[in-house]
């Protein structure tokens, strides 16, 4: 049984069709690349899943339960995690304490058991360990560097103890050392027991860490498989190499 | 009271609230921009009006009429610049700020002219008799300024090349930057149409149905503004018509029909606004508003 | 009531050596201790009351403070509560001859249903539509207080007993300085304490970025919800403090004007401090209760001029705050590197 299933989810902005009719499974353990050229739909289609846009046509369901036009915070107290494209901090916070709003929330109340603040405070410092930021727990997310702020995002998102995890271009901005590992930290999560669902554009480090790959165009999925196979699809070729430039 | 009374009067206060609406709505849809100060600048327009055609200054009412809106348009745009501009992207600051400037410009009116009432007289008098009520040539004026007015602004959106990037920018302000249209100067045309309709709003009604000037005069029609605002989308012109016009009416028959009716209005209106949040809270006219 | 629990609490479990060791917490005690002790020092019967209502103004700051400055919603009519307090009292004895001591707790009541109306519509929304309407809400209570000027007297006001009918006047001006600072002790060490709580955190988490909050799980209708009721309660406090002090309710305590001061007195202070907007309030309300009205005595009109185009500048250039860059100028010097450090460590 999937996971995440989506079907024939369809988005509307006046006239134009953003998603339209995209159906895809994410499987317990799974992680799906999902690819596209810009404006095809790919961050549209997370927000659907995660509740922050209302779908016009079809169903979101997540461990056979629909959460179709859910509010966001309720998905994430069902277990999706996301991340933004461009960095949302708390820049009037450090980094412990977004963490902890993570914390806070009411799925990871129940999972962490732990009531007083210090006792969370340790909670989120080891969080911030899993990626790295344990050194500049105490500093105001309003200084950090864009490559922590991604960071301090994935900890955030992690801290709500997800099922299925959503990154959405997490590779953006960093240099291939970084990529590496932040490419181990998600196969780590992987055999924690987590499912991740990545949007991206660099295709070259995301086939290295995914299982199979979705490839839309003017929101419509014109491709599911494993990396190897969809680069042979000749769709697929026509739509990132030849086309209209 | 007369139903040809409520219908007409109705129809009349609701234009030219619409109006003062129209203004706020046009600041924030293009600006993001939430000028809690468009008050001031209703009843500015009206004191400046009064100052030229009947104070010292003596110009011929039709003159002041004129002129006025555009110097409380100046006004607006030197607030914008000096105090606005530099903190755009502050939401928060420039709530505080435009409070602020409301308060300011009401006391040192305050400390100008006096708390008394200034009786204001109309631009032509006279009146006309429709069916059993009696219509005045002021009023009839300011439903014929404001419906030129709203019909003038609406095609301008619609055909001319500034209308038209005036409609983009409210509806996306990043692309629309993008495309290297000069996004400054739109501002602060914007911002001196929307003070110029406050003002001209401030003086048909004051000068044809109010009759009366005080620094404090703003405060009432300010939320009956903010009421239809919000009734007919944040954001869109046709919104603020039709919501002017209906809070025009409902204004009209609360105050008719129910003894005490003039102390009920604001609250008629904030339920009306309650109501519209529940169940469409883009308004009538608005964009989609998502509930959070 | 559950807050207010955890957090008196708190301040009797915690270690009170280690909360006072820093140098700016040691003025705080220092200045607390100072105002006790003024009736001792000088016995100015004016002054002190200017003290008293500036100190029912802190309480009034800080509680828009707790509102704005953390969780983000600038409430442009704050006067509504406060007059809320103020004519619920005066109502309840004149219609009810219920003691303004007991008119606090059912005035409260008042409040919290209130805030729930309100908040219901306004903050379930994504956009500006409450800070929009809030200007609204006080001018509908003068409405509704004009409307049944039988009651209510209208514009003149209705008159409000004292919270001491059995003391002399100038026992009584003594007694009610005490009391307020007394419930400004109490109201201000509660609020800082929900600040700087987990749930301040998360308030601030709203006004930093909603998207982002709840994409953390954060169900922020709620959290906006409890910081709407709490501020307001303790707005409401500070209306039912002031109008058996002053002995009147009137319609000042609605006005536009007065729901801008708090505005005024916390960004002079510095917005998400709660000891910015006291400071601010009691400094600035001090100025303008004694020094503008008795030693350089300033038409009444003016009042608000003065102190509101500095805040305009204020906010243009720097929005730090006065009180917050004096505050954080101690804790710098007593070596504290990280500001962020300090204020969630405990």
Redesign the interface.
Known sequence: MALLHTKEVTKRFGGLIAVNKVSFEVEKGEIVGVIGPNGAGKTTLLNLITGFLKPDFGIVSFDDEDITGWKPFDIVNRGIARTFQIVRPFRHLSAIDNVMISLASPRSKTRNQVNSTTQLQEVAAEILKLVGLYELRYESAGNFSHGNLRRLEIARALATYPELLLLDEPFSGLNPIEIENLSESITGLRSKGLSLLIIEHKLEHLFKIVDKVIVLHYGEKIAEGKPAEVVENKKVQEVYIGGEE | MLIESVLIQGLISGVTYALLACGFTLVYGVTRILNLAHGTFYMLGAYVFYVLGFGYVGLHPAAALIVAPLIVGLIGVVCYILCLRPIIDDYFGIMVVTVALALIFQQLTLIAFGPQLIPVASIISGSLVIGRTGVTYSRILSLLISITVFFGLWFFTIKSKTGTALRALSQDREITMLMGINVKKLYVFTIFLSTLFAALAGILIISSVTRQLTPTIWLAPLSLAFSIVVLGGLGSIKGSFFGGIILGYVENIVVSIMPGGGYLVDLVAMIMVMAILLIRPAGIFGKYVERV | MEIKFNTLGSILKGSMKTWLVTPHRLLALVIITFSFLVPSIKLDITLLRSITLASISAIFAASWDLL?GYC?Q?N?GHALTFGLGAYGTALLYNLLGLSPWIAIPVNLLIACVISVIIG??????????F???S???P??AT??I??FKDVTRGDRGLPCPTFFPFLTITERRIAEYYMALLFLLVSGIIMYKIAN??RG??F??I???????????????KYKMQALIVSNCFACLAGSLYAPIVNLASLWTFS??FS?YP??WT?FGGV?TIYGAIMGAVILETLDRYILNVVVPV?Q??H??IF??P??IF??KW?FGLVRLIVEKIKNISGKT????ES???
């Open positions: 704005a983000g600038p442009f219901f519509p306004f903050l379930r929304v994504r956009g500006p539509y800070s929009l309407m200007m609204v809400f001018q509908i409405s509704i004009l409307l709580s987990l955190r998360i601030i988490s006004l930093d970025d909603e998207l982002a909050s709840q994409s953390c799980g954060i169900n922020i209708t536009l004007t801008f505005v005024i960004v998400q038409p009109e003016w608000m001029v509101s185009i805040i305009v906010i243009i929005r990280s500001v962020v450090k969630h460590g405990g």
